[in-house]
């Protein structure tokens, strides 16, 4: 009776651990960003929105893709795997100039702002003038 108690319990645990946790992004693979070919995004993400004027004097051109649950619940949780391969591929986070879902990368002189959301993910070229703001 006692081995059947404990392997009721088990399932029962396992059964909230699963409905606890949220299905989680995949990646796979990478290909260009329509607006930057050295900035990579994930191939299975899809573009919902290009904006190349945004009203934002530091803006170039914006791009909106969807990938479900990139960012975690709430956008808080972003990927690690992603910034690993944009570490690869030479982009550096500037990490005293993040401003909450929004990291700023650098490769060379171009400034990338990547926003990332729950379901979304926007990237952002900055202007070839572009200057971080004295704090």
Not at 119 to 132: G, L, V
């Amino acid at each position: 009776m006692r081995k059947w108690l404990m392997l009721l319990i088990f399932v029962c645990l396992v059964g909230l651990i699963n409905a606890c946790n949220r299905t989680g992004y995949e990646i796979t693979g990478y290909t260009a960003s329509s607006i930057n070919a050295q900035f990579p995004v994930p191939t299975n993400a899809k573009q919902i929105n290009l904006t190349t004027n945004s009203g934002n004097p530091n803006i170039k051109v914006a791009v909106t893709y969807e990938l479900k649950n990139i960012g975690g619940e709430l956008g808080l949780y972003p990927p690690p795997d992603y910034f690993q391969k944009l570490a690869n591929e030479g982009w550096i986070e500037i990490e005293n100039e993040r401003l909450g879902h929004v990291h700023f990368l650098q490769k060379e002189d171009r400034i990338i702002a990547l926003e990332i959301r729950e379901d979304t993910f926007k990237i952002y070229e900055m202007k070839p003038d572009f200057e971080f703001k004295q704090k």
